[in-house]
């Protein structure tokens, strides 16, 4: 059962990582992002809908609900729409590296507004992270991170970071997990859709090619991803889970070099390793911490 959960997290955080093989080409084509994410999503309602109704599964929330489901797919199309226009001034693994940083938003997050006690691992961990990200900062001696795309992908993991922060402070919480992410998927598809209306762009795919590409990133990066996810932790736990995370970023970057070229430097290396080992720290950290609360 154990490995089971291990193989369902890998899984889950390798399918994720491969996003840049499938949103870099699109970017170079100049298509248009909020229709492919709008298809992203689109797909991914339409998938995992079909599953719950294979299943038998109930569809039904409480009114009260709906409210904090519009709030969620409202987060999660900002964290991806800052995460894509992150690629245009930063790589995609420096950029899916950085938005790897969600955790530890999270963590202050809860302790400024939810009046959750800060660790010591937390503080370190906050530590580890900026040293990491200072590393990345360079190239060939010099300071080369754009303060524009860090900005961007942060928001993209505030975003996150606020979405997973809703689902655990709210009735959402109460929602089975195939159900939650259903209406997440949905909600963030009619989040594009309205974008899209009010741009004026077209709902048309051009090719049966393009629509297989699009429907083929929504099951990969989306629909595997979040099943995985959940599986994962139902197994081995949300700690366990939240450390096979770390190989997200480790695929997106080696999709980034091996696939496009991607130069690949020893400050790339640290950098990437430092922020990994400073949000396992924490994740292992917190932990401890309620593993203790609870024994004492």
């Given at each position: 059962m154990?490995?089971?959960?291990?193989?369902?997290?890998?899984?889950?955080?390798?399918?994720?990582?491969?996003?840049?093989?499938?949103?870099l080409p699109i970017k170079q084509a100049n298509f248009s992002i909020d229709t492919t994410l709008f298809y992203r999503f689109f797909f991914s309602a339409l998938i995992v809908g079909v599953y719950l109704f294979v299943k038998k599964q109930s569809f039904r929330v409480h009114s009260k609900q709906i409210p904090v489901l519009i709030v969620l797919g409202l987060l999660y199309g900002i964290s991806a729409d800052a995460l894509f226009l992150?690629?245009?001034?930063?790589?995609?693994?420096?950029?899916?590296?950085?938005?790897?940083?969600?955790?530890?938003i999270v963590a202050i997050i809860m302790a400024v507004f939810f009046k959750e006690r800060i660790t010591i691992s937390t503080i370190a961990a906050i530590a580890f992270v900026l040293a990491g990200i200072f590393l990345l900062s360079f190239k060939d001696g010099q300071f080369k991170l754009n303060p524009i795309g860090l900005g961007i992908v942060f928001i993209s993991a505030l975003g996150y970071g606020l979405y997973i922060i809703t689902v655990n402070k709210s009735s959402a919480r109460e929602i089975k997990g195939f159900t939650l992410s259903f209406y997440s998927f949905l909600f963030t598809t009619i989040y594009y859709a309205i974008?899209?209306?009010?741009?004026?762009?077209?709902?048309?795919?051009?090719?049966?090619?393009?629509?297989?590409?699009?429907?083929?990133?929504?099951f990969v990066t989306t629909v595997i991803s979040s099943i995985a996810l959940i599986f994962a932790i139902k197994n081995i736990g949300s700690t366990a889970t939240s450390i096979l995370g770390a190989s997200e970023p480790v695929v997106a970057v080696a999709v980034s070099v091996i696939t496009f070229g991607e130069n690949f430097s020893m400050s790339l290396a640290l950098g990437i390793f430092m922020i990994i080992f400073g949000v396992t720290l924490n994740v292992v950290g917190d932990a401890y911490q309620q593993k203790r609360i609870k024994s004492s």
């Open positions: 154990k490995f089971k959960g291990y193989a369902y997290g890998l899984i889950s955080s390798i399918s994720y990582g491969l996003i840049p093989l499938f949103i992150g690629y245009d001034y930063l790589s995609a693994g420096i950029a899916s590296t950085l938005l790897f940083v969600y955790p530890l974008k899209m209306l009010i741009q004026k762009e077209s709902f048309i795919l051009p090719s049966l090619e393009l629509t297989f590409n699009f429907f083929t990133f929504a």
